[in-house]
């Protein structure tokens, strides 16, 4: 079933350049829940990458509260924010951020080495989530012996590997064929059935059928709850 994760009450993004300043976000209430493939829409420069960095604690909202898992994070220190995207957040970029001279298995036991977990125990965990998207037959490999789409599994993989509740993508499948993108979706879908709240930002409409629910994102207003019926496919 699904249960709320993220919350954003009156949330407000405004940013200040010289004398101009620009509302990246309007005032927005939403609310993400886990089991749930979410598709955050909209055009380029609509404030969708905003609402993911507040929804991922990786920016303060200028205004109004964020809660996760019923946290008030806006109250926390960078630190604090900080802690939480590396225990409980996975991310995954257009452009992979895979680190060059690493394999594939030691680009995904990155994030459990920073947490403090034993080399061993690191690896035993990355070959698990390199299976987990198809690629135990590409562990050794450095990412520039891979393909768009293989890279992006192995960033997947690393998005999962702390076993996070929430798995945020920002236009994950605009490198790739269209052939890599739907095995990207399917493995994304995948993780939404198994539990994890997944947030996607995209201008792919083809997209839209993986979603749960879809929120567009238009000049920084947020029209929220819309669910994927027959309407919107
Ligand atoms: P999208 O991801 O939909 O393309 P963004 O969230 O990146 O949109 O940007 C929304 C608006 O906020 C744009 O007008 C952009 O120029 C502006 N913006 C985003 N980040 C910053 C920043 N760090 N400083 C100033 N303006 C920004
Ligand atoms: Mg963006």
Known sequence: MP????????VQ?????????????ASTDLTLESNQLTLIMGPSGSGKTTLLSIVGCVIYPT????????????KLSEDELSEIRLREIGFVFQQFNLIEPL????????????????????KERALTALEA???QDRV??????????????VAIARALVTNPTMILCDEPTASLDAKSAGVIMEELKNLALQGKAVIIVTHDLRLRKYADKIIYVEEGIVSNNISNEEDYK
């Open 3 to 10: 249960t709320s994760i993220v919350r954003l009450e009156s």
């Open 13 to 25: 993004k405004t940013y200040q350049t010289g004398d101009n300043v620009i509302t990246a976000l």
């Open 63 to 74: 205004l109004g509260e964020v809660f996760y898992n019923k946290k008030n994070v806006t």
């Open 103 to 122: 394999t594939a298995l030691e680009n995904v036991m990155q994030p459990l080495l920073l947490q403090g977990e034993t080399a061993a125990r690191a």
């Open 133 to 135: 998207v198809g690629l």
């Open 140 to 153: 050794g490999n450095l990412p520039k012996k891979l393909s768009g789409g293989q890279k992006q599994r």
